[in-house]
């Protein structure tokens, strides 16, 4: 059974900080094309960044330069680094994966809320 599992959002002040992790199980995850979307209330859900298999990263332009994506293959684990947070970034971040043998796969989602 696949499961993407969401964890460290929460509320933080503008211009703060939050590292987001993603812990996969039920994949195979070394081989699979990672990503995190979010989707704030009342649009759609948007790429936010994504991590290839060999580690290319490509990322929104509205969080260049702020957002890093990582991953641990060792781990299983997707990371999303968020620094200098603007109220924009608010919204729910979905992991997502996408292999081969599993699809595309989501997360639970996970809110993020930037607020003074």
């Known amino acids: 059974q696949v499961q993407l599992v969401e964890s460290g959002g929460g509320l933080v002040q503008p211009g703060g900080s939050l590292r987001l992790s993603c812990v996969a199980s039920g994949i195979a995850f070394s081989i699979s094309s990672m990503a995190w979307f979010r989707q704030a209330p009342g649009k759609q859900r948007e790429l936010v960044a994504r991590?290839?298999?060999?580690?290319?990263?490509n990322y929104a332009d509205s969080v260049k330069g702020r957002f890093t994506i990582s991953r641990d293959n060792a781990k299983n684990t997707m990371y999303l680094q968020m620094n200098s947070l603007k109220f924009e970034d608010t919204a729910v971040y979905y992991c997502?994966?996408?292999?081969?043998?599993?699809?595309?796969?989501w997360g639970q989602g996970i809110q993020v809320t930037v607020s003074s």
């Open positions: 997502n994966a996408v292999a081969a043998s599993s699809g595309s796969r």
């Open positions: 991590i290839s298999i060999s580690g290319s990263t």
